[in-house]
């Protein structure tokens, strides 16, 4: 058996280099050449549809549970807040990776400047913080509404939830200034075609021709550990109580409706946690590179995707708040409907000096009919709540 058998991780291969190279291969660089997914040109066509296709899913299904959150009252909760943050990360993340791929499909220009990558890298990173610090903000949210939930409004109030949003925002950002700065200090490159569809911090780190051992440290300790590790850290505990009070309830139901509550932010940690394991630590080998950019196109496109899926099929309060915004633009549109047509027939017999037809009701659709029986019920069920509210007779 011939060669090494040592198994190495792509964080660590990125950054073992020979410094002492030929002066005349370092170049100082001031655009990269984005290679993009292949570069096969039979296939351009065909993966900027996907792409788009895949784009404009993102944003459709993402703005859908912002606005939904934003709109409906029953939604105006801290778990549904931190999604419709959650969702805003999900849009700016597919934004910042997948617009050069739109880009080089429609211009065929595979050209990025120096500081437009060094953005790139920085923006992206901070998203992808940003998702990993609301997950944990959200599995914490779970933790206090099934472990304690009798006091969940006081603790979990307005102001402890926005604190929360903006300590997740802000520190995203701020973690990732240093390696933004690291990377812009850095003179000289071996090449300046980037492997990837965006510009990937390790993916150009490995074009480098300078010393990354400053920045291969911070990776290590804070990228991964403090980053990384920590929000995982912390959302673990937080299922482990989760865990621990369910398993304590008696009834199978209560235990199959507490899991329920949690199964959907659950579901969506290990999608992204699976995935960003995959890309960053797997042994290396020698398509490493093609791997990586089939886990960060995972990352980028499938993830948020799924996570308006998972929160749309798993979650009784949003398909409700759906099915309620559906009812109420079919009942607007019948109601339109009719009106036009009556106007119309109106306007066929002129100067008669009374109406020529009379205003006749149509038969509800099904569809409108269920939303017409579904609001009678919710206003009987207001008026039952009301009535037992009542204070006693003096």
Same mark, same amino acid.
């Given at each position: 058996?011939?060669?090494?058998?040592?198994?190495? !991780?792509?964080?660590?291969?990125?950054?073992?280099?020979?410094?002492?190279?030929?002066?005349?291969?370092?170049?100082?660089?001031?655009?990269?050449? %984005?290679?993009?997914?292949?570069?096969?040109?039979?296939?351009?066509?065909?993966? !900027?549809?996907?792409? $788009?296709?895949?784009?404009?899913?993102?944003?459709?299904?993402?703005?859908?549970?912002?606005?939904?959150?934003?709109?409906?009252?029953?939604?105006?909760?801290?778990?549904?807040?931190?999604?419709?943050? $959650?969702?805003?990360?999900?849009?700016?993340?597919?934004?910042?990776?997948?617009?050069?791929?739109?880009?080089?499909? %429609?211009?065929?220009?595979?050209?990025?400047?120096?500081?437009?990558?060094?953005?790139?890298?920085?923006?992206?990173?901070?998203?992808?913080?940003?998702?990993?610090? !609301?997950?944990?903000?959200?599995?914490?949210?779970?933790?206090? #509404?099934?472990?304690?939930?009798?006091?969940?409004?006081?603790?979990?109030?307005?102001?402890?939830?926005?604190?929360?949003?903006?300590?997740?925002?802000?520190?995203?950002?701020?973690?990732?200034?240093?390696? #933004?700065?690291?990377?812009?200090?850095?003179?000289?490159?071996?090449?300046?075609?980037?492997?990837?569809?965006?510009?990937?911090?390790?993916?150009?780190?490995?074009?480098?021709?300078?010393?990354?051992?400053?920045?291969?440290?911070?990776?290590?300790?804070?990228?991964?550990?403090?980053?990384?590790?920590?929000?995982?850290?912390?959302?673990?505990?937080?299922?482990?109580? %989760?865990?621990?009070?369910?398993?304590?309830?008696?009834?199978?139901?209560?235990?199959?409706? #507490?899991?329920?509550?949690?199964?959907?932010?659950?579901?969506?940690?290990?999608?992204?946690?699976?995935?960003?394991?995959?890309?960053?630590?797997?042994?290396?080998?020698?398509?490493?590179?093609?791997?990586?950019?089939?886990?960060?196109?995972?990352?980028?496109?499938?993830?948020?995707?799924?996570?308006?899926?998972?929160?749309?099929?798993?979650?009784?309060?949003?398909?409700?708040?759906?099915?309620?915004?559906?009812?109420?633009?079919?009942?607007?549109?019948?109601?339109?409907?009719?009106?036009?047509?009556?106007?119309?027939?109106?306007?066929?017999?002129?100067?008669?000096?009374?109406?020529?037809?009379?205003?006749?009701?149509?038969? #509800?659709?099904?569809?409108?009919?269920?939303?017409?029986?579904?609001?009678?019920?919710?206003?009987?069920?207001?008026?039952?709540?009301?009535?037992?509210?009542?204070?006693?007779?003096?």
């Amino acid at each position: 058996m011939t060669g090494s058998c040592a198994v190495d !991780f792509p964080v660590m291969a990125f950054f073992k280099k020979s410094y002492f190279m030929d002066k005349e291969n370092q170049t100082i660089v001031a655009y990269f050449i %984005i290679k993009g997914i292949t570069d096969v040109p039979e296939l351009q066509v065909s993966i !900027f549809i996907l792409v $788009l296709l895949m784009y404009l899913i993102t944003l459709g299904g993402n703005m859908t549970i912002l606005l939904l959150v934003c709109l409906d009252h029953r939604l105006h909760t801290p778990m549904y807040f931190f999604l419709g943050n $959650l969702s805003i990360v999900d849009m700016c993340s597919s934004t910042v990776t997948l617009h050069n791929i739109l880009l080089i499909g %429609i211009t065929g220009n595979r050209a990025i400047s120096h500081q437009s990558c060094i953005a790139q890298i920085f923006f992206f990173g901070s998203f992808l913080s940003n998702e990993l610090l !609301f997950l944990t903000a959200m599995s914490y949210d779970r933790y206090v #509404a099934i472990c304690n939930p009798l006091r969940y409004t006081v603790i979990m109030n307005f102001r402890v939830s926005a604190l929360l949003a903006t300590v997740c925002w802000l520190l995203g950002f701020v973690e990732i200034i240093p390696y #933004a700065v690291l990377v812009t200090g850095y003179p000289c490159y071996n090449s300046n075609i980037v492997n990837h569809f965006f510009c990937d911090l390790l993916a150009v780190i490995k074009l480098s021709c300078s010393d990354t051992s400053v920045l291969e440290i911070l990776f290590i300790a804070e990228g991964m550990v403090i980053l990384t590790l920590g929000p995982l850290f912390l959302t673990i505990i937080s299922y482990i109580f %989760i865990i621990v009070t369910i398993l304590r309830i008696r009834t199978s139901i209560g235990r199959r409706k #507490a899991f329920y509550t949690c199964s959907s932010h659950l579901t969506v940690v290990l999608l992204l946690y699976t995935t960003l394991i995959g890309q960053y630590m797997r042994p290396v080998t020698t398509d490493s590179l093609e791997y990586n950019k089939l886990f960060a196109l995972f990352n980028t496109v499938a993830v948020p995707i799924l996570n308006p899926i998972i929160y749309s099929l798993k979650n009784k309060d949003v398909k409700s708040a759906v099915q309620q915004k559906l009812c109420f633009f079919k009942l607007h549109s019948s109601s339109d409907l009719i009106k036009s047509k009556d106007a119309g027939n109106n306007q066929l017999n002129p100067n008669t000096g009374k109406l020529a037809t009379e205003f006749k009701t149509t038969e #509800a659709a099904p569809g409108n009919q269920s939303c017409k029986n579904r609001d009678s019920s919710d206003t009987a069920s207001k008026g039952k709540i009301k009535s037992s509210h009542k204070p006693p007779l003096s």
